[in-house]
T-cell receptor, first 113, second 113 residues
Framework: KAGVTQTPRYLIKTRGQQVTLSCSPISGHRSVSWYQQTPGQGLQFLFE???????NKGNFPGRFSGRQFSNSRSEMNVSTLELGDSALYLC????????????FGPGTRLLVL | QQQVKQSPQSLIVQKGGISIINCAYENTAFDYFPWYQQFPGKGPALLIAIRPDVSEKKEGRFTISFNKSAKQFSLHIMDSQPGDSATYFCAASKRNRDDKIIFGKGTRLHILP
């Protein structure tokens, strides 16, 4: 069974631009979570989707948004990029809404210049 | 009350030695405590997990020790090998997870050959 896939793997943007990241969960998994990983801050939770509905949301500004499609694939969007948005963005999937174990993708490394 | 505090931030251990990483939590509602291992360029992967009904869980060279009264848990890596060099994250969540998983900030472990 294929793992969680994320595209693109690397991205360079400039301040003020917007970016869309994509995540395809493991086949059959219906829950997708997004995290921002930066050195020293660990994994910061962005949001979680289950059956196209946002279940939980972290403490990030409204520039960060996401959505989930009927096939469980998810996208996250960051508008008006800032230098501080440079990070590794990780997507994780789990079987259902109440499954504790999450399976992570390799991440998308975003560099904002 | 939602924090998971992880220490140390970085750790250097000789090959064959014991690596110990500690985590402390505040929310007594947490009842699932996983550890994730992350290699450079990869997403975190579940290593081992424990529930508070046991005080210790061992899988190969990896052991979780859990102290419910102190609200602490730790990861012990016996006979540490250079291939264990990675970043380790502890985490905590509630059974039938109705809220996000809380991650520690990570420990960068380096095993000297």
């Amino acid at each position: 069974k294929a793992g969680v896939t994320q595209t693109p793997r690397y991205l360079i943007k400039t301040r003020g631009q917007q970016v869309t990241l994509s995540c395809s969960p493991i086949s059959g998994h219906r829950s997708v979570s997004w995290y921002q990983q930066t050195p020293g801050q660990g994994l910061q939770f962005l949001f979680e989707y289950f059956s196209e509905t946002q279940r939980n949301k972290g403490n990030f500004p409204g520039r960060f948004s996401g959505r989930q499609f009927s096939n469980s694939r998810s996208e996250m969007n960051v508008s008006t990029l800032e230098l501080g948005d440079s990070a590794l963005y990780l997507c994780a999937s789990s079987l259902g809404a109440h499954q504790e174990t999450q399976y992570f993708g390799p991440g998308t490394r975003l560099l904002v210049l | 009350q939602q924090q998971v505090k992880q220490s140390p931030q970085s750790l250097i251990v000789q090959k064959g030695g014991i690596s110990i990483i500690n985590c402390a939590y505040e929310n007594t509602a947490f009842d699932y405590f996983p550890w994730y291992q992350q290699f450079p360029g990869k997403g975190p992967a579940l290593l081992i997990a424990i529930r508070p009904d046991v005080s210790e869980k061992k899988e190969g060279r990896f052991t979780i020790s859990f102290n419910k009264s102190a609200k602490q848990f730790s990861l012990h890596i016996m006979d540490s090998q250079p291939g264990d060099s990675a970043t380790y994250f502890c985490a905590a969540s509630k059974r039938n997870r109705d809220d996000k998983i809380i991650f520690g900030k990570g420990t960068r472990l380096h095993i000297l050959p």
